[in-house]
């Protein structure tokens, strides 16, 4: 059974870090590109970070224009953990954050359940 887990959103201060992690399991993770991506009240659903398999460098991440420089996208192989590391988080930064698993060959694609993260003071 393919799961993949968020964990660990919550409510901080602008200017605070929140760190987040996602449990895979139930399929190779370290054949699939791993993506956060986040949906704010209103808004669709849009691309923050994505890492691809290859040796799981950080150097090899994309990031949206809106978080590059504060969020930094990694993932342990070992643990089958993908995690998105926030910080001087802002108030637009506030979201529903979604693990996204997907493979280009055969085309496979999972999606976590979603952890909110609410930026306030």
């Known amino acids: 059974q393919v799961q993949l887990v968020e964990s660990w959103g919550g409510l901080v201060q602008p200017g605070g870090s929140l760190r987040l992690p996602c449990q895979a399991s139930g399929f190779t993770f370290s054949s699939y590109a791993m993506n956060w991506y986040r949906q704010a009240p209103g808004k669709e659903r849009e691309l923050v970070a994505t890492i691809p398999t290859a040796g799981g460098s950080t150097n090899y991440a994309n990031y949206a224009n809106s978080v590059k420089g504060r969020f930094t996208i990694s993932r342990d192989n070992a643990k089958n953990t993908v995690y998105l590391q926030m910080n001087s988080l802002k108030p637009e930064d506030r979201a529903v954050y979604y693990c996204?698993?997907?493979?280009?060959?055969?085309?496979?694609?999972?999606w976590g359940q979603g952890t909110q993260v609410t930026v306030s003071s």
């Open positions: 996204n698993a997907r493979r280009s060959r055969p085309y496979t694609n999972y």
